[in-house]
C-alpha cells in the first residue's frame, strides 16, 4: 500500500543558536529505527520510520527533498529493529512470528520467511544484514522451568529463508547485528536490562568463534555497542563514565568521558561519534581531540524511544528521534562546523 500521511516539517534552533534542526512530525509519533540498523537509502532521499496509526506501529516513507511521507504497511510492523535490504528497495521487518518485506517505492510486502522458533526459542524482533546482503542474523531466547535462560543466534538464508543456527549461550541475548564488512562475522550481548558479567560477544559463520570482546570483569556496565561503517572499530558505552571504542579483535582500547553516556553513532571510519546521554542531550565526539559539543538539549522526554542518534550515508547528517515534545518526531541536523571544520 501507498498511503499518504500527512507530514509537519519545520526547522528549529540548536543549542547552538541555529535554526538548523529539521523535524518531521505527524500522527501520534514518529522514530527512528535503533542506531544500527539501516534506514536510509544511499542517495539520502527517502528515511524509513516507524509511524503510530491507533496504538499500532507501521512503516512510513518520508521523502526528505520533497518533505512527503506515505504509510507502506497498514498491519502492524517491528519498525524499530528493522533492516533495509543492500538492494535500498526492500525494509525487512517482523509481524507476529514471520519475516516480511516491503517495497518501499512500490508498497508491495511478502511474507519472507517464519522467524527461527525450533527448541521453544521465542524469537526477537531484530533482523539485520550480513555485509555482503547474504543472509540475515537474528536470535532467539528461551527459559527453563527452573528459570535458566538460553539464548541462540541464527543466519537467515536471504533467498530461500532457511535459518542456520550460528552459536549457543547460556544466558539471554540481544542486540544481534552483522559487522559492516565481514559477512561471517556477528556480534550480539548478554542482555539484561543493566549491567551483564560480559556484555559484548562475538561469532563466527566460517571458523572458531571469538567468543567475549572486552571482557573486564572490574567494569561490568558496558552496553549499546555498534560497529563502525568500516568494520575496523566497535563502538560502546562504558556507564557511568563515558564511551569506548576498541578493535574486533579486543586490541587498541581507547576511552573517552562522556558523563552518562547511553547510546552511541560513530562516523565511517569512527572519528566522530555522535551521543545521547541520560538527560536527553545529544551531541557529538571528536576522537582526534577527545573534544565533545552538545547540540540538541533534553531530547528525551521520558517515553520509551530514546534518541538513538546516528549519521545518515554522507556522514555529516545527524539524525534522531526527539521526545521532547508530546509526540516522538524524527530530527535532522548537518554537523559540519559543529566541531572542527568538518
Excluded at 57 to 86: F, M, S
Excluded at 103 to 125: H, N, R, T, V
Excluded at 242 to 257: A, K, N, V, Y
Aim: net charge negative.
Amino acid at each position: 500500500m501507498l498511503d499518504r500521511i500527512q507530514l509537519e516539517h519545520r526547522l528549529i534552533p540548536d543549542s547552538l543558536g541555529q535554526d538548523a534542526i529539521t523535524e518531521y512530525s505527524g500522527l501520534s509519533g514518529l522514530v527512528c529505527p535503533y542506531f544500527h540498523q539501516r534506514f536510509i537509502t544511499a542517495d539520502q532521499r527517502f528515511l524509513i520510520c516507524e509511524g503510530r496509526f491507533a496504538d499500532r506501529g507501521d512503516v512510513v516513507r518520508i521523502d526528505l527533498v520533497e518533505h512527503t511521507a506515505v504509510r507502506l504497511t497498514d498491519a502492524g510492523a517491528r519498525v524499530h529493529v528493522g533492516d533495509l535490504a543492500p538492494d535500498g528497495r526492500r525494509f525487512f521487518f517482523m509481524r507476529g512470528g514471520n519475516i516480511h518485506w516491503v517495497d518501499i517505492f512500490s508498497g508491495d510486502e511478502e511474507c519472507f520467511a517464519e522467524a527461527p522458533s525450533a527448541g521453544a526459542y521465542q524469537p526477537m524482533s531484530c533482523l539485520h544484514f550480513s555485509a555482503d546482503g547474504t543472509s540475515i542474523v537474528t536470535g532467539g531466547n528461551r527459559e527453563h522451568a527452573s528459570g535458566v535462560k538460553e539464548g541462540r543466534v541464527w543466519a537467515v538464508d536471504a533467498v530461500s529463508g532457511a535459518a542456520e543456527p550460528i552459536v549457543d549461550r547460556p544466558f539471554q541475548i540481544g542486540h544481534v547485528q552483522c559487522s559492516t564488512v565481514d559477512p561471517d562475522l556477528v556480534m550480539y550481548c548478554h542482555e539484561t536490562g543493566g549491567a551483564s558479567p560480559q556484555r559484548m560477544w562475538l561469532a563466527r559463520r566460517d571458523g572458531v568463534h571469538p567468543g567475549a570482546l572486552f571482557d573486564t570483569p572490574g567494569h561490568p556496565w558496558v552496553t549499546h555497542e555498534t560497529f563502525t561503517g568500516d568494520g575496523l572499530w566497535i563502538v560502546f558505552v562504558r556507564n557511568p563514565e563515558g564511551i569506548g571504542m576498541t578493535r574486533p579483535d579486543g586490541s587498541e582500547l581507547r576511552t573517552f568521558e562522556i558523563p552518562h553516556a547511553w547510546h552511541t553513532g560513530p562516523s565511517r571510519t569512527g572519528d566522530r561519534i555522535l551521543f545521547d546521554v541520560h538527560g536527553g542531550d545529544v551531541g557529538i565526539l571528536d576522537v582526534a581531540t577527545g573534544e565533545a559539543r552538545v547540540f540538541a538539549r533534553k531530547q528525551h522526554g521520558g517515553s520509551k524511544a530514546h534518541p538513538h542518534p546516528c549519521f545518515a550515508p554522507d556522514d555529516r547528517t545527524a539524525v534522531w528521534t526527539s521526545t521532547a515534545g508530546k509526540c516522538p518526531t524524527v530530527c535532522i541536523l548537518n554537523t559540519r562546523g559543529v566541531i572542527g571544520d568538518r
